[in-house]
Every structure is written in structure tokens, then in C-alpha cells.
């Protein structure tokens, strides 16, 4: 394939054209999360418009010297990321190309010489014809994670009634934190200043809920939250922002930042009230809430997105999954690495592999949050 590469800053309508001409699977491969990916990424970090296919395919890739454990140096892609930890927080799920999808062997040859790996986070399980794990002589491809995304088809909800969907100890658990709640108001953002609104104190309570386990949140770092004030105040109005706030008798129990592509409800972040009463599940309420809310108005699918969470496993009825990969050149202080940490794991008596982060600790939802 032959391929051009383009500086958004130096040809930004171009890339713009392009990228918006082309079909996005998913929203963080949409224009709306792209454009606001390239406004809010600091001067340093310098992704590139990759083109194939005389305009067919597109991605941005990221070029990085990384080195691992002070020793391990890697000339690395990154796909539609940045390749910087902090600002990988944002958590792209779904990530791929966009336009005609080639196979992974087709993507790898397409690429100019001179990387040691190609990291592509957030895959579908069937991108690129399908990740498979192993050798292929001039690279191996490596399975880092493979991360299940909880879902509730909403034709279900709409043919039935919610919690008959879930089973009999969550349907019981639901129904109880429902009559605890005495839910007063559901209130879903029409406008940018009420969207902002929530946003805010989804923050808030957020914050509060981190905090009191000793740890800072998603939204602690300002460059995350500018990145999501300016993707609410940009693309609210053009249908891709859902915030849904429940209120109980007294305070609101919780509220929901998610986003909204080809059908899909994307649950991307959450802040909830504390409760010292367990039975009280603000969680539980919230997502019941957000899901009758988008069964009534037409969508296809809540998406609980990536994380082995257990709330996430108890309200979703199906299950699709997405993979972490790591595309490695054959090198000797690669090997060197493998061996080095399969004898240090062997010793711990833990697994030869460190396993990346887990993608639902980066989006900062605490496990036992509902």
C-alpha cells in the first residue's frame, strides 16, 4: 500500500477532508473525538495522518523512542494514540482505521522502515480480519489484553422490562436500591450549559469517591478534564454527548457521561453519590435509568465499554471484547527482555508477562462503585 503522511498542523483541512470522507467505526475513531484529540494534545506530541490506498485508508500514528526499564530502547508507532501515558488516559476503545480495512499484514508492510513495534491499542477482536497471536517470520504479534465490553442490546429492554433481563440476585439487588432511591427526576441534558452542568458535578462526585479510597480520579489531571469540556461544548449538539443526571428525594444519586455513535450508547465515565448502606447502589439506579432512557428514544446498544468490573458483568446481558497488541520486529534486546522477565516472574511465581493497565482502572471507574 503505498502511504503518504501528513502534519495536521501544516495540512489541516486536508486532513480534515479526508478523515470525515471516510467511514468511522466507532466514536474514538470519529471526526468530533479526532478533532478534539489534535486541539488538546500539547505541541510536543506529534501524531501524522497515515493515508494508503490513493485516499482509501487513513489512521494517525505516533512515532516514539521508548524505553522500557531504563534499558530496553524501541522505535514505536502508536495507533490513534499519542503514546503518552498521561494522556492515553483518555482511553481510546474500538480504535482501528478508518475508510477500507486492511489486514494487519497489509497494515505492517504499509508502514515506512525504521520501528521495532507497532502498538495498537483497543482493537476489536476482528480488526484488520482478525488479531491472532504468533510468529510471522518478519514480526510477532503479541496479545497484551484481552478485555471483555458488557453490553445490554436495547431491543431487549424495549421487547421486556429491564431487570426481568438480568438474573435473579441483580434483578433483586436492582429492584431494592430503586425503592431506597425514591427517584425524583431523571434529567438528561437538551442543552450545552446543562450538559456542562452535570458534567461538573459528575466531577464533583467523582472526585469525592477516588478521594476517599486514597486516590485521585480521572478527572484530576486538568488536561483531562479541558479535554472533555472542550469535546461537550464542540460536539454536544451534534447528538454525540449523552449526560444523564438521576436525582433521588434529597440529593442526586448519580450521574453519567457517555457517548453516542451509529446507534451505540458508549457508558464512558460515572459520578455517584456515597452511601454508607451498600444496599443502596447509586450505580445500579443511574445505569437502569440511562438505559430505559435510551431503549425509549430508539438506540441499539448500551455499552458498558472495556473492564472485567463485576457491576459491569451483572447489568449487561451480551458481551463482545477488544484487544491490547503489540506488533514486535525480531531484536535481540526484545528477547533479551522475554527472558529476563520469565525468570523473574518464575521466581515471584507470577505470569512471564507484565500485562498492561487495566483499561477500566485508566477510565478511573472504581470496581465497587455501583
Request: charged letters at 25%; one cysteine or more; hydrophobic letters at 45%.
Amino acid at each position: 500500500m503505498a502511504l503518504e503522511l501528513l502534519d495536521p498542523l501544516a495540512h489541516g483541512s486536508r486532513v480534515a477532508e479526508t478523515w470525515t470522507r471516510l467511514a468511522a467505526r466507532s466514536y474514538f475513531t470519529s471526526w468530533g473525538w479526532i478533532e478534539n484529540w489534535l486541539a488538546c494534545l500539547p505541541r510536543g506530541v506529534a501524531p501524522r495522518l497515515a493515508v494508503w490506498d490513493d485516499g482509501a485508508t487513513a489512521c494517525f500514528l505516533t512515532r516514539r523512542l521508548d524505553v522500557r526499564r531504563r534499558v530496553i530502547a524501541s522505535r514505536a508507532y502508536y495507533l490513534n494514540v499519542s503514546g503518552v501515558p498521561r494522556l492515553d488516559e483518555l482511553l481510546v476503545e474500538y480504535n482501528g482505521v478508518v475508510g477500507r480495512e486492511p489486514s494487519l499484514a497489509e497494515l505492517v508492510d504499509g508502514l515506512p522502515g525504521g520501528w521495532d513495534e507497532i502498538m495498537l491499542p483497543g482493537l476489536r477482536a476482528d480488526a484488520f480480519g482478525g488479531v491472532h497471536e504468533g510468529d510471522r517470520g518478519r514480526y510477532r504479534v503479541l496479545v497484551e489484553r484481552r478485555v471483555p465490553c458488557y453490553q445490554v442490546p436495547l431491543a431487549k429492554v424495549r421487547a421486556h422490562d429491564y431487570p426481568s433481563l438480568l438474573s435473579s440476585q441483580t434483578r433483586s439487588q436492582l429492584r431494592r436500591a430503586q425503592r431506597l432511591a425514591r427517584v425524583k427526576d431523571v434529567e438528561v441534558a437538551a442543552t450545552v450549559p446543562e450538559a456542562l452542568a452535570i458534567y461538573a458535578e459528575l466531577v464533583e462526585l467523582h472526585g469525592a469517591s477516588w478521594r476517599a479510597k486514597g486516590q485521585p480520579g480521572a478527572f484530576a489531571d486538568p488536561w483531562f478534564d479541558r479535554f472533555h469540556r472542550r469535546l461537550i461544548a464542540e460536539r454536544f449538539a451534534a447528538g454525540e454527548i449523552q449526560l444523564v443526571r438521576v436525582r433521588g428525594a434529597d440529593r442526586t444519586i448519580g450521574c453519567l457521561y457517555n457517548f453516542v455513535h451509529a446507534g451505540r450508547v458508549l457508558q464512558y465515565q460515572t459520578g455517584f453519590a456515597m452511601y454508607d448502606d451498600n444496599a443502596q447502589k447509586p450505580g445500579y439506579v443511574a445505569h437502569a435509568a440511562a438505559i430505559a432512557h435510551s431503549a425509549a428514544s430508539g438506540l441499539d446498544v448500551y455499552d458498558f465499554l472495556a473492564g472485567e468490573m463485576r457491576y459491569k458483568k451483572s447489568l449487561s446481558t451480551d458481551a463482545d471484547a477488544l484487544v491490547w497488541v503489540r506488533v514486535q520486529r525480531p531484536r535481540l534486546r526484545f528477547a533479551i527482555e522475554d527472558r529476563a522477565l520469565a525468570f523473574v516472574r518464575s521466581r515471584r511465581g507470577k505470569p512471564a508477562a507484565d500485562p498492561p493497565p487495566d483499561p477500566a482502572a485508566a477510565q478511573g471507574s472504581p470496581a465497587g462503585a455501583p
